[in-house]
């Protein structure tokens, strides 16, 4: 049910909901009206646009939202140019309040379709943390020791990481951070895999401003994905899920002062 309401006394009848909405399923009769319900996206640009805060949809209170405005582009530059992978965490975790922040935040991410249909798994506990990195090293162990796994370049590179790991307890997969962000989406979305990584990228760049480190970890994927499938259990993944992709994060243990200097872009204008 839309639950669309617009509020007479702070309507000024300007028709911007109707102009912007995607589905062109909301016209004006003095009011604005919607029509064909069904063919609504969710994605309150209805109540997102009016200047008077007069519409609401899905029990939304427009009063409530943040306010739109500017945001400085050099301090956006400088965030977003002096981002670095962390490998060196703080042991303590992040406060429970922070993570369910940053977790809201990258709901906000765009999807295909509007599906909003990427699945937020977080390891919130150290000590669930180190059940999943425990699991994760022996599963990998188990898996290397079969000989059809041998010739694969991900076996390959993995190795001397669970090597190091058997040998002196170091971990260069999940580099000791304190927690693991895992997102999953429903197969049949329309861009399942962008969607997830887009909603990563909002979580990295909003850690970032916090003062949260972050790693995309790769070798984790291809663990979860090619040679430890019992970690889908272990992080009770959501069962009509397919895993898209993981993130390393917590309080950084380094602190880096200055961005680096790329190499110019590849680009054509055409």
Request: proline share 8%; net charge neutral; aromatic share 8%.
């Amino acid at each position: 049910m839309l639950n669309f309401i617009v509020d007479d006394s702070k309507c000024i009848r300007c028709g911007s909901c109707a102009a912007v909405c995607p589905a062109q399923i909301i016209t004006m009769d003095d009011l604005p009206v919607i029509n064909n319900p069904q063919h609504c996206l969710r994605c309150q640009h209805c109540l997102s646009v009016c200047p008077t805060a007069a519409v609401s949809i899905f029990g939304k209170d427009a009063e409530k939202s943040l306010p739109n405005g500017h945001v400085e582009s050099a301090s956006l530059k400088k965030l977003l140019m002096g981002r670095r992978s962390i490998r060196l965490y703080k042991p303590e975790p992040l406060p429970s309040a922070l993570l369910d922040d940053l977790i809201d935040l990258a709901a906000h991410a765009p999807t295909g379709g509007n599906t909003l249909g990427v699945h937020f798994t977080v390891v919130q506990d150290p000590a669930t943390m180190e059940t999943v990195r425990k699991e994760t090293y022996a599963q990998l162990a188990t898996a290397f020791a079969d000989p059809k796994h041998h010739k694969d370049p991900r076996c390959i590179y993995l190795k001397p990481y669970v090597e190091a790991y058997e040998k002196t307890g170091a971990d260069r997969i999940f580099c000791n951070a304190p927690h693991l962000l895992v997102t999953s989406t429903l197969p049949c979305s329309l861009c399942p895999h962008e969607d997830a990584l887009i909603a990563m990228s909002y979580f990295e760049i909003y850690a970032q401003s916090l003062n949260v480190g972050t790693l995309w970890n790769g070798l984790f994927v291809h663990a979860l994905t090619h040679f430890a499938p019992a970690l889908v259990a272990t992080l009770n993944l959501p069962k009509d899920h397919t895993p898209a992709y993981a993130m390393s994060f917590g309080y950084p243990d380094v602190q880096f002062y200055r961005s680096v200097q790329r190499s110019p872009a590849n680009f054509n204008y055409i």
